[in-house]
């Protein structure tokens, strides 16, 4: 499977899951990363994640992180001259790129970045069909309240509903 093939909302998904081997993460510049907390996906402009922390070498780093299939993603996308992503502390690609240069902030900073191909849990395909599964149990489950409608009396749904259509009116 290509990166090309390969969805960066997959990547999210990777990330969010954390299907890494934790023990051997490094930055493509050699440094020991560890995930403190992936982050919280952020479905607007900017960064795909938000509040991640990270530890690398021993600092303690809080802040954004970036998602592409290839280092080279950062510049192609304008993230190196838009003020939005200097908040970025981490940047994730699938596969590292051969002769790419270093992922820098618009305003000059350094951004690590994390080829996760090689510290994936099981091979790509396995772990895209994790992501897959796990997506369509997350859709298809029911809510966590389901059984609890089951108690309420049919005059509180009455009432709740009328109220509803009042507000829905205003």
Same mark, same amino acid.
């Given at each position: ?9 997959v990547?999210?998904h990777l ?9 051997? =993460?490094?930055?493509?510049d #050699? %440094?020991?990363?560890k995930?403190?907390?992936p982050? +919280?996906l952020? %479905? #607007?402009?900017g !960064?795909?994640f938000?509040? #991640? +922390?990270?530890?690398?070498?021993g @600092?303690t /780093?809080r #802040?954004?992180i970036? /998602?592409h ?5 950062w510049?192609?996308?304008?993230h190196n001259?838009?003020?939005?992503y200097? &908040?970025v502390? =981490?940047?994730v +690609?699938?596969? &590292?790129? !051969?002769?790419a240069?270093a ?5 000059g900073r350094s951004? !690590?970045v =994390?080829?996760?191909?090689? /510290?994936?849990? *099981? &091979?790509?395909?396995? +772990?895209?069909e994790h992501?897959?599964r796990?997506?369509?149990? *997350?859709? *298809?489950a !029911?809510?966590?309240? =389901?059984d ?5 009396s049919t005059?509180v749904l009455? @009432?709740?509903i @009328? %109220?509803l259509?009042?507000e %829905?009116l205003k």
């Amino acid at each position: 499977m290509h990166s090309v093939e390969i969805h960066e909302d997959v990547l999210r998904h990777l990330w969010s899951k954390q299907y890494l081997d934790p023990e051997r =993460l490094t930055t493509l510049d #050699g %440094r020991k990363l560890k995930v403190i907390a992936p982050g +919280v996906l952020n %479905r #607007g402009g900017g !960064p795909d994640f938000r509040d #991640g +922390v990270i530890i690398l070498d021993g @600092q303690t /780093f809080r #802040g954004d992180i970036e /998602f592409h299939r290839t280092a080279d993603d950062w510049n192609v996308h304008l993230h190196n001259t838009d003020p939005k992503y200097n &908040s970025v502390i =981490l940047h994730v +690609v699938l596969h &590292s790129s !051969p002769g790419a240069g270093a992922t820098m902030s618009a305003c000059g900073r350094s951004i !690590p970045v =994390l080829a996760i191909d090689e /510290f994936l849990s *099981s &091979s790509i395909e396995k +772990v895209v069909e994790h992501a897959i599964r796990d997506e369509h149990l *997350s859709r *298809s489950a !029911p809510l966590r309240c =389901l059984d609890c409608n089951d108690e309420v009396s049919t005059d509180v749904l009455e @009432q709740w509903i @009328q %109220r509803l259509y009042r507000e %829905r009116l205003k």
